[in-house]
């Protein structure tokens, strides 16, 4: 079982910033795509970012430029440095790990963003 905790989400004016992160913790092992996802109101669940475990990155169209997903392989942790926030960026992010291996996942509890506009 893993366990994810997110962490950094809040209320921002738009236009202004935000850093989530998620530190995985439990049965851990190597070769695990780290990775955010988000769901509005009303809205599905969408990909934000994710983050291979070489480091390789992918972003949704709609963040591209402005957000940058980072991890820390000593800390089992993976940031989402959100700038240049817009309204529409508001939501609920939840943090995901997916293992390479047997492509099981694990899901963070979610952290809310609201950005006002």
């Known amino acids: 079982q893993v366990q994810l905790v997110e962490s950094g989400g809040g209320l921002v004016q738009a236009g202004g910033s935000l850093r989530l992160s998620c530190a995985a913790s439990?049965?851990?092992?190597?070769?695990?795509?780290m990775g955010w996802y988000r769901q509005a109101p009303g809205k599905q669940r969408e990909l934000v970012a994710i983050?291979?475990?070489?480091?390789?990155?992918s972003y949704a169209d709609s963040v591209k430029g402005r957000f940058t997903i980072s991890r820390d392989y000593a800390k089992s942790t993976v940031y989402l440095q959100m700038l240049s926030l817009k309204s529409e960026d508001t939501a609920v992010y939840y943090c995901?790990?997916?293992?390479?291996?047997?492509?099981?996942?694990?899901w963070g509890q979610g952290t809310q963003v609201i950005v006002s506009s």
């Open positions: 995901n790990v997916r293992f390479v291996v047997d492509n099981s996942e694990n």
């Open positions: 439990g049965n851990i092992f190597s070769g695990y795509v």
């Open positions: 983050i291979t475990p070489g480091g390789e990155t």
